[in-house]
């Protein structure tokens, strides 16, 4: 079974602050998803990371595809409210493996 | 294109009741998965769906099952309810390239059962 671990579990954090939330995992991922969900309603994609070492740009998040394909980072560079949400990494190819979320409150 | 919708949005029932719900992937995208999110054990999938055939399925007991047809919608039924059935239910479809599967959310089935 793959598993992937996120971290941090809850970050609150100031409007204009910068935040990197992790993905990690020991099996290697094809490709890994990022997605962020709002309360109420179902995860939107962000992002598919495919190629060991990619990193993708989205306005202000910095999406990376760790070399050896296990792991994943998010970084959002001078956070807003709207930012606000769960923020969730999903892999495999078959049956997708969601990891637990990283909550995010950006206070205005 | 439309998003994936679920009926219905809400639902109370109790328990030993069963319920059905619906979902209708985006146009063109053959294959369905549901899952079920809680506070606890986070988003955890319960099946998949490919041109009316389950093609994966999680750890689920039988009460959870599911179906599609032709025309690529999905239902997913639920027996004999649990407390602990209580969830966020989602579908998703996906379009299912070769080599990555991202998934395209519904906004999910609020279950309360009491």
């Known amino acids: 079974t793959q598993l992937l671990e996120q971290s941090p579990q809850f970050l609150s954090i100031q409007e204009g602050e910068n935040l990197t939330v992790y993905c990690n995992s020991s099996?290697?991922?094809?490709?890994l998803q990022w997605y962020r969900q709002e309360p109420g309603e179902g995860p939107v994609l962000l992002v598919t990371?495919?190629?060991?070492?990619e990193v993708k740009k989205l306005k202000r998040l910095t999406f990376q595809f760790g070399d050896a394909r296990k792991d994943s980072s998010l970084h959002i560079t001078a956070a807003q409210p709207g930012d606000t949400g769960l923020y969730l990494c999903a892999g495999g190819s078959y049956i997708p493996t969601f990891g637990r979320g990283t909550s995010l409150i950006v206070h205005p | 294109k439309a998003g994936v919708t679920q009926t219905p949005r809400y639902l109370i029932k109790t328990r030993g009741q069963q319920v059905t719900l619906s979902c209708s992937p985006i146009?063109?995208?053959?294959?369905v998965s549901w899952y079920q999110q809680t506070p606890g054990q986070g988003l955890q999938f319960l099946f998949e769906y490919f041109s009316e055939t389950q093609r994966n399925k999680g750890n689920f007991p039988g009460r959870f099952s599911g179906r599609q047809f032709s025309n690529s919608r999905s239902e997913m039924n639920v027996s004999t309810l649990e407390l602990g059935d209580s969830a966020l239910y989602l579908c998703a479809s996906s379009p299912r390239t070769e080599s990555y599967n991202e998934q395209f959310f519904g906004p999910g089935t609020r279950l309360t059962v009491l």
């Open positions: 099996s290697v991922f094809s490709s």
């Open positions: 990371v495919v190629t060991g070492g």
């Open positions: 146009s063109g995208h053959r294959s």
